[in-house]
């Protein structure tokens, strides 16, 4: 019985398919005539992140979003959870759309 609905669940989703709660395509479009500022990041992130991404927060010690050296030379892992909606985890206060389109285009350099 267990099999039957794993492969029932498993086949009704679509290949490819984004989470139902991913924002739409357009939603984190960057503009690359107006970047975004390490500044703008750092105040996103520091609202919405360093709750766990801090030095005694369960991400640990190596994504400590506090330490703007792990932030930056991390900012594309970043953009890329972000984008795919991955973080924050379920359960989390979710960014507003103007804070994830922020993260995503800071962390792609644009």
């Given amino acids: 019985m267990l099999a039957l609905l794993l492969v029932l669940a498993c086949s009704s989703a679509k290949p490819g398919a984004a989470p ?3 924002p739409p395509p357009d939603a984190l479009k ?5 970047p975004v500022a ?6 996103v992130v ?10 005694t927060g369960a991400a640990g010690s190596d994504y400590d979003w ?6 930056v030379a991390h900012r594309r892992n970043v953009a ?8 924050p985890p379920v359960g ?4 507003t759309p103007e804070e994830r389109r922020t993260l995503a ?3 792609r350099g644009n």
Wanted: proline share 7%; net charge negative.
């Fill in 80 to 87: 890329a959870q972000i984008a795919e909606d991955t973080m």
């Fill in 38 to 43: 390490l500044s703008a990041a750092r105040e």
């Fill in 92 to 95: 989390y206060p979710r960014p």
């Fill in 105 to 107: 285009c800071w962390g």
């Fill in 20 to 22: 139902a709660s991913a």
């Fill in 46 to 55: 520091a609202r919405r992140c360093v709750s766990c991404h801090s030095p």
């Fill in 66 to 71: 506090t330490n703007e050296q792990s932030l």
């Fill in 30 to 34: 960057c503009d690359a005539a107006a």
